[in-house]
């Protein structure tokens, strides 16, 4: 089972085993993980599970889709080169390590 | 402020007051009392994925149980309250226990307008607003052959899109001549009858139920008012909700289509707010006062009165949104379109993309998107900057919506 760990913005690390084709988002809300929000549920519509994913990751990782970018652009902390939105990324056996940091805030 | 928050119903206006206090420092005691017997769950993805069977219980859990003991949220599940002692600071609970407050949330969301014809209790009648409902909805939906949705809200189009999903022949009864009326623009609501339609789903507008039609002990079909009788292995009943005031009537609170609070989400009783589809608040873009059932809704009024009891007392201000997902077509609607007198669409129809502008006279109300979250996206901030757009603007594909809101 491949294995996340969520940084957060002090530092402190956690790490779930996580079901490949649960989302990135899934994973942390059932892991009672602070610092995703995630009101609208994984719909896109709210902007409140962004991430950060070293851009070294990012040929294993979906593309953005149009939606994806539009909601983006509202994030509350800043948005990189290497925002995601969290419930837009299922995971999958070679996302086993994947390193997902979180922002300050999400609203 | 430190006392002890309790907070009346687990849906998710209760949870994220609950969350929101601990993430914003709040150290105080909070309790969260809910009568389901589940933990908080989401409710959106019961009438979507949750039909199509891509989900399961735990999935849609806004959190894992241990996530409320270790963020000290005292959840309980399964306990009615039946009376605010408002001297006493108290709620009484089912079992005749006390719970006391210093700051008392009433989160009791709504219930659901029961069918009011014979026959409206046989088995395989079935509503759809809990866990539950969902769970039975999608234990029979696949071994069903033929359904009938009675009301064309969001909730009866969504679980019509599910059962065509899944090859279930299909009829929509609606009482008005368009579905979602309460909701969207007739532009929206042909689009939709439309692409249902498409869908191979049957409609019956401007006509109602007027019975329940047995059959072996179950329901077998619907009787409508022109006296056609349609067969159905399950009845759905999606005729909206009533929002749950009792509670608040019985400690005597204000209620008007839902309890009564000011700007600040304050009943009349300092001690007490409401939030959430349950609370009826003056309507700030309009006249008279709005109750909205959505995850905004919720999820905002929750976060204003987190701040409030943190120190931070803002009046609610955020501009309602709402979403719907049916086949291939999201909807999104940003404002509230009633009393709209013109409209202006971009995009195209024929293509699926498109989004409608809705007007009274020169006032921009809202924006209904399908397909277009780029535009959605610029009416949530055009309208919470209180800017309107002039129908030109709307109209030329030229003209960047969204630099025109960062502006």
């Known amino acids: ?107 | 402020m430190s006392e002890p928050v309790v907070i009346v119903g687990a849906g998710q206006a209760g949870f994220e007051t609950a969350t929101s206090l601990r993430s914003k420092g709040y150290t105080g005691d909070i309790t969260i009392l809910g009568d389901e017997e589940n933990v908080p769950y989401q409710r959106p993805p019961l009438s979507k994925a949750y039909l199509k069977g891509d989900s399961d219980p735990e999935s849609v859990a806004l959190r894992p149980r241990d996530y409320f003991a270790s963020h000290r949220i005292d959840l309980h599940c399964s306990r009615r309250v039946t009376d605010i002692d408002r001297q006493m600071h108290e709620v009484e609970l089912d079992d005749g226990s006390r719970v006391g407050y210093g700051h008392l949330v009433l989160a009791t969301g709504t219930r659901n307008r029961a069918l009011p014809v014979p026959g409206a209790g046989l088995p395989g009648v079935q509503y759809l607003r809990t866990l539950s409902e969902a769970q039975t909805l999608a234990a029979t939906l696949p071994s069903c052959t033929s359904i009938v949705v009675i009301g064309g809200g969001f909730i009866g189009l969504e679980v019509a899109a599910a059962a065509r999903t899944r090859g279930v022949t299909t009829t929509i009864v609606e009482s008005l001549d368009r579905p979602m009326a309460r909701a969207v623009s007739e532009t929206v609501s042909k689009f939709f009858v439309d692409e249902h339609a498409r869908h191979e789903v049957q409609w019956r507008l401007n006509t109602s139920v007027t019975e329940i039609v047995e059959k072996n002990g179950r329901a077998g079909g619907v009787r409508i008012a022109t006296g056609e009788v349609i067969d159905a292995d399950i009845i759905v009943v999606g005729i909206g909700v009533m929002p749950n005031t009792e509670l608040a009537e019985r400690a005597g609170l204000a209620v008007d289509n839902g309890i009564v609070v000011d700007l600040h989400l304050l009943t009349e009783d300092p001690a007490i707010s409401a939030i959430g589809d349950c609370a009826s608040y003056p309507n700030t873009a309009g006249t008279g006062r709005l109750r909205l059932e959505s995850i905004q809704n919720a999820v905002d009024h929750a976060r204003c009165v987190a701040n409030r009891l943190v120190g931070n007392d803002l009046p609610y201000q955020s501009v309602p949104w709402f979403w719907t997902e049916q086949y291939a077509s999201k909807l999104q609607m940003a404002g509230l379109v009633t009393g709209y007198d013109n409209t202006v669409v971009r995009g195209s129809l024929e293509e699926g993309a498109f989004s409608v502008f809705c007007f009274a006279g020169d006032r921009l109300l809202g924006v209904e998107s399908v397909n277009r979250t780029r535009d959605h996206m610029a009416a949530r901030k055009l309208l919470a900057a209180g800017k309107s757009l002039s129908r030109d603007e709307c109209a030329d594909p030229a003209v960047d919506l969204k630099a025109l809101a960062s502006a």
């Open chain 1, 1 to 107: 089972m491949p294995s996340l760990t969520y940084v957060h913005p002090d530092g402190t690390k956690q790490s779930v085993e996580v079901p490949a084709g649960k989302r990135i988002m899934q994973a942390a809300i059932g892991a009672g993980i602070d610092g995703i929000v995630a009101e609208c549920g994984g719909q896109a519509m709210c902007a409140t599970c962004h991430v950060y994913i070293d851009s070294a990751w990012a040929d294993r990782l979906p593309p953005v889709s149009d939606e994806e970018d539009e909601m983006l652009d509202d994030t509350v902390c800043e948005r990189t080169a290497e925002s995601r939105l969290s419930c837009q990324i299922p995971v999958t056996d070679d996302l086993d390590g994947l390193i997902v940091h979180l922002p300050e805030t999400q609203v």
